[in-house]
Structures are given as C-alpha cells and as structure tokens.
C-alpha cells in the first residue's frame, strides 16, 4: 500500500457498544438507515449468563450480551446483509489483505485486543480480544481508526494494530475482519424485528440450563453470598464487587447491562411494527433498568468503601432476586405480545 494514502470518507459516530456499533457504522456509511438499538434489537443481543464453576474463570463472573460475534451473523441471517469475513494465520498476510481492502476505498472492521489501542489512556486499558473498530485509512506507519468509544478518528501505530490483531489467549481474534458485501435494497424490519424479539424471550426464559437467562440471574443471587470465602482477602473481594459496576455500565453496555439499549429498540421497533403495546413495553424495560442502576450503584459503593459483610452480600442478592422477577415476567410478556 502506498504509505501516503488518504483516509477514506468516513461518517464516524460514537456508540454504547463496539460491535453493535461497528457494525451500524459500518452499513450507515454503505447508505442503510438503521440505529444502533434495531441492529443490538434484531441481532437478539440482549443476555444474561453467570459462569461460577468453569475453568477459565479463576472468579465468579457474568455476560449480559450474546457471544461475540453473533449480533452480526444474527443481523445477516434475518436482513439478508451479506458480510465478507475473514480470519488469517500470518500477521504479514492479514495485514496485506487489510491495506489492499483500504486501497479499493472499503473501511474494514477488525476484532483487536482492547490492550494494544494506545490512543486510549493507558489507566483505562485491558487485555480482552473482543473489541471491534474499522479502518479507514492509512497514513504513514499509522492506520486511521473509527472507535466507537472514541469521540473522533484517531491514528493507530501499524505495530500496535498488528499486536492486537493477533494477540493471543482466550478469545483470540486471528486477525478477524468484516465488512459488507450485499445490503438489501428493501430488507423486512417486521419479520426481522419479530425473530429478533423471539429469539431473546428465548435465550432469557427458556434455555434449559441453570445459569443462563433468568435462571442465571437467580443464581447470580443466590450465589453472591459465596463470593466473600471464595475471594483471597478483602482487597480482591472488593475489587470483583465493582466489577459488578464496570460489567453492567462500563464496558461499552449503554448502561444498566444493555436494558436500556434494548428499552430503545422497542420504542423503535414499536413505531416500524406500528405496535404501541411495545412502547409500553419499552418504558417498563426503562424502569427495569433503573433497577440494574441501583445494583451498579450500590456495588461500587460498598466495593469502594470495603463495606462487604453479610448483609451487604445479601442486599445485593436480594436485589438481583428482584431483577429476575422482574424480567421473567417481562420477557413473558414480550413473548404473549409478540408470538400474535
């Protein structure tokens, strides 16, 4: 690629989240309208998982979206958007790929290590392999970055992007990359807003295992209890407490674990459907997330403070009790409403 070349014109956007909005970003600047909500709605992202016993997790932790990955083949599956993807086994082949890509004026999203995004402050970075930005230019020795957390474009060392493009350990990108071949030129919303919605009501009321869906939010509750025994001293224990917090605000989720967000799309998708009753719907999910709010708040609270007896794990627990209570009857709800 010639070193010099220009950025591609981009519109960058900022987003609550890195995959549902790279992937907004990346079919709003191929000419489709649509939100970032109805793309996080339709691919079913809203989830809840809690994983205490598996291996790779030396703690007790928790998921509130689907898996990497699937809000775009779930988007693509029910719109008809054809994505070229792409992964590689040799750094110097991915890159050429990419810088061939940038030549032919096509922005590529590509799955990093979070870690290696040294345009971010160095207090707020962490190894994790799932977080998606587009390139959209190269100039130099840097390539130039759409992030959706960032608030403008930004340059990023080739180095840097290549260290995180194959970093290693769980989840590791391999040099992934994606970007839209084919968008339909009248895609269904109804239909895809209606499997979408589906397919949540489902992965939150009726996977049959215990730690996922609402069934995992009440074991959540039930086994926060355990979390002062099973952390090494008090420090470390207050260091997971807030972690609630970071999950459910801080890691890109539009606060309150993506209940927000999902309020959105059915506000939206209420309006496309011409539905009201999803409206209603959208302004209870609201108060359901406030209630998500209130567990952030308190957990870094009381992480903060090193207020972690008994009774603050069992306030906590309660609360969360109240969450699942609250969207079980929710998604059943949705579900009534939506199957017709």
């Known amino acids: 690629m010639n070193s010099c070349m220009s950025i591609i014109e981009y519109n960058h956007k900022m987003a609550a989240h890195c995959e549902s909005g790279t992937i907004t970003s990346l079919l709003n600047n191929k000419g489709m309208d649509i939100s970032e909500a109805l793309v996080f709605g339709i691919s079913s992202g809203l989830f809840f998982g809690y994983f205490h016993k598996m291996k790779s997790f030396t703690f007790p932790t928790f998921i ?4 990497p990955g699937q809000m775009r083949s779930n988007l693509s599956k029910r719109l008809g958007i054809k994505f070229h993807t792409k992964r590689f086994r040799k750094p110097e082949e991915g890159q050429k790929i990419l810088d061939r890509l940038l ?4 922005p590529v999203a590509c799955q990093v290590d979070f870690f290696y995004m040294d345009y971010i ?7 994790i392999n799932v977080h998606f930005i587009v390139i959209v230019g190269k100039t130099g020795s840097k390539y130039i970055v759409s992030d959706s957390y960032f608030p403008q474009l930004v340059e990023l060392e080739s180095e840097s992007l290549r260290k995180a493009r194959f970093a ?5 990108p ?5 970007y839209p071949e084919h968008i339909p030129e009248n895609p269904d919303y109804v239909k895809a807003i209606t499997a979408g919605i589906k397919k949540t009501c489902f992965n939150m009321l009726r996977i049959p295992l215990p730690f996922l869906g609402v069934k995992g939010i009440r074991l959540f509750a039930k086994k926060i209890n355990e979390w002062p025994s099973r952390a090494r001293d008090i420090e470390h224990l207050s260091h997971e407490i807030m972690r609630i917090n970071i999950l459910l605000e801080d890691q890109g989720t ?4 993506f209940r927000f967000l999902f309020a959105t799309f059915l506000q939206q998708a209420s309006e496309i459907v011409k539905n009201p009753e999803l409206n209603d719907l959208s302004k209870e999910m609201m108060l359901i997330g406030d209630g ?3 567990i952030s708040l308190l957990a870094a609270r009381y992480g903060k403070n090193r207020d972690l007896g008994p009774d603050r794990m069992e306030e906590i627990g309660a609360l969360l009790f109240n969450r699942a209570s609250a969207e079980e009857a929710f998604f059943k709800k949705l579900y009534k409403l939506i199957k017709g």
């Open 64 to 67: 509130v979206r689907n898996k």
């Open 103 to 106: 030549e032919n004026n096509i």
């Open 292 to 294: 998500w709010r209130e």
């Open 254 to 257: 539009g606060g309150a674990g």
């Open 168 to 172: 290693g350990g769980s989840m590791s």
């Open 174 to 178: 391999k040099g992934f990359i994606f």
């Open 121 to 127: 402050p160095s207090w707020e970075r962490v190894h």
